[in-house]
């Protein structure tokens, strides 16, 4: 089971989380990715896997002392919980 959310940031630029649930061996796992859509764009990336926004972005940034790209650059750990609590409303059971 999947859900997605998108938050809207100060700068015009959105960020998608998509989080799903799923059962393995009776374990219930969670999961979640994250997209970006830069403002005044119309195009979903992926911010770890796409070359030119890397390039452009992401490698100046550690070039000037950041540290390394993570999550908690794009997220926050509530926006996360806020998806998955949406998720799980859908699914409970009764």
Known sequence: MTHEK???RKDGSQ???SVW???HQSQCNWGYLIFVKEA????WFDPFSD?????????PKIS?????DSFDNYVTKK????????????????
């Not at 926004?53 to 490698?59: A, D, E, P, S």
Request: positive net charge.
């Open 40 to 43: 005044g764009t119309e195009r």
């Open 79 to 94: 926006e996360i919980l806020q998806t998955k609590m949406e998720l799980w409303e859908m699914i409970k059971p009764n």
């Open 6 to 8: 998108v938050f809207q």
């Open 51 to 59: 070359r030119d926004y890397i390039l452009r972005i992401v490698t």
């Open 15 to 17: 960020v998608k989380v």
């Open 64 to 68: 000037k002392g950041s540290e390394t």
């Open 21 to 23: 649930l799923y059962v």
